[in-house]
């Protein structure tokens, strides 16, 4: 038995959770609710919350840490063996992700650099033409006129 199969990471919930463990220096199990509720529209019970953070607790992965904001509440922030737990989590997610995010990519028109989000569009001869920028949109339309 692996030290992973302790903990169970089935559900976008927790995966999430993992991310914002390990993209934050510290944050706090009232944050992640807030950021669930955010970002995946989804809200969650604090128990289903706070025993999974307990559980990552348990095994080592995270550990207390003091917030400077209220006396109060505590936040929780990887150890090093959290980081590698959730890097290997991640590697087995890498496929998917790997293929939801080529799904939604484009390609400059001008320069080939690949493009995930907020990039240029300009109508260009009847065609829509996807380009990282402005500029990158000029000098490809240039190109056509000299």
Do not use: W
Request: charged share 30%.
């Amino acid at each position: 038995m692996s030290e992973d199969d302790n903990i169970k990471v089935q559900s976008l919930s927790r995966f999430f959770i993992l991310m914002l463990l390990k993209s934050e220096t510290s944050i706090t199990g009232y944050s992640i609710l807030k950021r669930l509720d955010k970002d995946l529209h989804t809200t969650a019970s604090p128990t289903y919350v706070y025993d999974f953070l307990n559980k990552l607790k348990v095994e080592g992965y995270i550990e207390d840490v003091p917030t400077p904001k209220s006396k109060r509440s505590k936040g929780f922030k990887l150890t090093s063996s959290g980081f590698e737990f959730v890097d290997r989590i991640f590697s087995r997610f890498d496929n998917l992700i790997e293929v939801a995010i080529k799904s939604k990519l484009k390609i400059c028109a001008s320069c080939g650099v690949k493009l995930y989000e907020d990039f240029h569009v300009e109508l260009f001869h009847g065609k829509e033409l996807n380009f990282c920028c402005k500029h990158c949109a000029k000098a490809y339309i240039d190109s056509y006129h000299k």
